[in-house]
T-cell receptor
Framework: KNEVEQSPQNLTAQEGEFITINCSYSVGISALHWLQQHPGGGIVSLFMLSSGKKKHGRLIATINIQEKHSSLHITASHPRDSAVYICAVLSNFGNEKLTFGTGTRLTIIP | GAVVSQHPSRVICKSGTSVKIECRSLDFQATTMFWYRQFPKQSLMLMATSNEGSKATYEQGVEKDKFLINHASLTLSTLTVTSAHPEDSSFYIC????????????FGPGTRLLVL
């Protein structure tokens, strides 16, 4: 079993739909990242959070430390949101390494 | 947000040659830089952790003599793929972070290496 698991692996939705991507992890963490990777390959850090909820534009990220679970939500989805979304956790062992989920490939159809 | 650059963005080389990839933090000093490789449709795999002024720490299975890492300053780390072979063809990504609590990692745009 992977330390970080994401679901779904692939998600196709119509423009305007509300999107939820889930991430579960099995290790103790100090922080969790949500990353976005576009087809060109570059990675953008969307959020880093260790508790509660963060919002940036149409993106919302939540984390429940007790349940070891985080969600990324996209409201009013748009074709430009099509990308791979990756959850990565920073362990609390102090080694600074990120452990990555396998990613969720999101496709928004106009 | 902070910016990390990589150069080159794409490189094609012949088998047996060496390729150097640069990773720079443009507006902050990165105490730690990380090098990853990513094969198509797979997740990022950490290759090594690089701290300024000290030797890099390599992950299990990564040959340190093959993938030379130099973290010469707080804004520059280089990865040299020595005697590259076709199986080294991959997408190489660096990230950088400041060694302070609650600071995120910032990722470079990646370098696509194709070895013929």
């Amino acid at each position: 079993k992977n330390e970080v698991e994401q679901s779904p692996q692939n998600l196709t939705a119509q423009e305007g739909e509300f999107i939820t991507i889930n991430c579960s992890y099995s290790v103790g963490i100090s922080a969790l990242h949500w990353l976005q990777q576009h087809p060109g390959g570059g990675i953008v850090s969307l959020f880093m959070l260790s508790s509660g909820k963060k919002k940036h534009g149409r993106l919302i990220a939540t984390i429940n430390i007790q349940e070891k679970h985080s969600s990324l939500h996209i409201t009013a989805s748009h074709p430009r949101d099509s990308a791979v979304y990756i959850c990565a956790v920073l362990s609390n062992f102090g080694n600074e390494k990120l452990t990555f989920g396998t990613g969720t490939r999101l496709t928004i159809i106009p | 947000g902070a910016v990390v650059s990589q150069h080159p963005s794409r490189v094609i080389c012949k088998s047996g040659t060496s390729v150097k990839i640069e990773c720079r933090s443009l507006d902050f000093q990165a105490t730690t830089m990380f090098w990853y490789r990513q094969f198509p449709k797979q997740s990022l795999m950490l290759m090594a952790t690089s701290n300024e002024g000290s030797k890099a720490t390599y992950e299990q299975g990564v040959e340190k003599d093959k993938f030379l890492i130099n973290h010469a300053s707080l804004t520059l780390s280089t990865l040299t793929v020595t005697s590259a072979h076709p199986e080294d063809s991959s997408f190489y990504i660096c990230s950088a972070r400041v060694n302070r609590n609650h600071e995120p990692s910032y990722f470079g745009p990646g370098t696509r290496l194709l070895v013929l």
